[in-house]
């Protein structure tokens, strides 16, 4: 059983950056490949960016290419988004999950996070 806890969100204005961390326990991490998804208020889950179990394939959502960068730290258990330029309509819940290959799909991910809040102010 994987546990997942992200940090890093918060409030930032627009144009700014955040980097949010995922740390992860009570797997072998290497055996995982993570992904980052978020969750406007009265909007559907969305696929954020994701990245295989040594780091070398990175998938991104087209509306993040280019100012979010996934990376992990297998020595840490920890995956990480960074997040710049970041807008008003980044504004979301940002879960980080695992599952044993990368997909852009919600429903692949076995392994879930509670979530941390992302608003970004005008």
């Known amino acids: 059983q994987v546990q997942l806890v992200e940090s890093g969100g918060g409030l930032v204005q627009a144009g700014g950056s955040l980097r949010l961390s995922c740390a992860a326990s009570g797997g072998t991490f290497t055996n995982y490949a993570m992904g980052w998804f978020r969750q406007a208020p009265g909007k559907e889950r969305e696929f954020v960016a994701a990245i295989g179990r040594i780091g070398t394939l990175t998938l991104y959502a087209d509306s993040v290419k280019g100012r979010f960068t996934i990376s992990r730290d297998n020595a840490k258990s920890t995956v990480y988004l960074q997040m710049n330029s970041l807008k008003r309509e980044d504004t979301a819940v940002f879960s980080c999950?695992?599952?044993?290959?990368?997909?852009?799909?919600?429903?692949?991910?076995?392994?879930w996070g509670q979530g941390t809040q992302v608003t970004v102010s005008s």
């Open positions: 999950a695992a599952d044993v290959v990368p997909s852009t799909r919600a429903a692949q991910y076995d392994y």
